[in-house]
């Protein structure tokens, strides 16, 4: 129905900048807020920054100052960039966005495979 890609992640030392992309294609209608997680080896998976539809945005504290989510409406792409990284940020960071497709004409949440983001310290 949705298919999310993701794309960017790498490793950088601490303090250096990565910029996450995510690509939605398929039966698509329309999306609403797409968003970043991410996961930790033996942690939960946390919400890092979401971003409407209309462009409102929100960021989990660890991360404002530091982290920009921006969305390209047009080609149903968000960006994550990541500046002043540190090593906690070491996470597999997964797109999520509620997708409206044409096949069941229903908002469903979709996810991405993850990226991989490895700081070094």
């Known amino acids: 129905q949705v298919q999310l890609v993701e794309s960017g992640g790498g490793f950088v030392q601490a303090g250096g900048s990565l910029r996450l992309s995510c690509a939605a294609s398929?039966?698509?209608?329309?999306?609403?807020?797409m968003r970043w997680y991410r996961q930790a080896p033996g942690k939960q998976r946390e919400l890092v920054a979401s971003?409407?539809?209309?462009?409102?945005?929100n960021y989990a504290d660890f991360v404002k100052g530091r982290f920009t989510i921006s969305r390209d409406r047009a080609n149903y792409t968000v960006y994550l960039q990541m500046n002043s990284l540190k090593a906690e940020d070491t996470a597999v960071y997964y797109c999520?966005?509620?997708?409206?497709?044409?096949?069941?004409?229903?908002?469903?949440?979709?996810w991405g495979q993850g990226t991989q983001v490895t700081v070094s310290s």
């Open positions: 398929g039966t698509i209608v329309s999306i609403n807020a």
């Open positions: 971003i409407t539809r209309g462009g409102s945005t």
């Open positions: 999520n966005a509620d997708g409206l497709s044409a096949r069941s004409w229903s908002f469903d949440n979709y």
